[in-house]
């Protein structure tokens, strides 16, 4: 069982800087690749960044590429998502997922999201 809480959200002026941090719980977080959606009103959730257990491989999405950063501490049990040169089209609830498949069965979990607002 891990447990995700997410933090650092906020309203940010376009061009701005956030950083969200998710917090998990559980002595198994270092076994999970750990995932950032987005959900805006209106919207399907979307994927925006993710990372891999050992935080060897990223992966975002194109239309954070280049302003979004993934990045993880295992020993803290955190991960980060540092994003740069915000737009309104950022705005969303953003959620931090942790994902694993274990002996056939897949491990899923959400936090309760914290929401991005950027806006002049």
């Known amino acids: 069982q891990v447990q995700l809480v997410e933090s650092g959200g906020g309203l940010v002026q376009p061009g701005g800087s956030l950083r969200l941090s998710c917090a998990a719980s559980g002595s198994t977080f270092s076994r999970y690749a750990i995932n950032w959606y987005r959900q805006a009103p209106g919207k399907e959730r979307e994927l925006v960044a993710a990372i891999t257990s050992v935080g060897v491989s990223t992966n975002y999405a194109d239309s954070v590429k280049g302003r979004f950063t993934i990045s993880r501490d295992n020993a803290k049990n955190t991960v980060t998502l540092q994003m740069n040169s915000l737009k309104p089209e950022d705005t969303a609830v953003y959620y931090c997922?942790?994902?694993?498949?274990?002996?056939?069965?897949?491990?899923?979990?959400w936090g309760q999201g914290a929401q991005v607002t950027v806006s002049s």
């Open positions: 997922n942790a994902y694993r498949v274990l002996g056939g069965y897949q491990y899923d979990y």
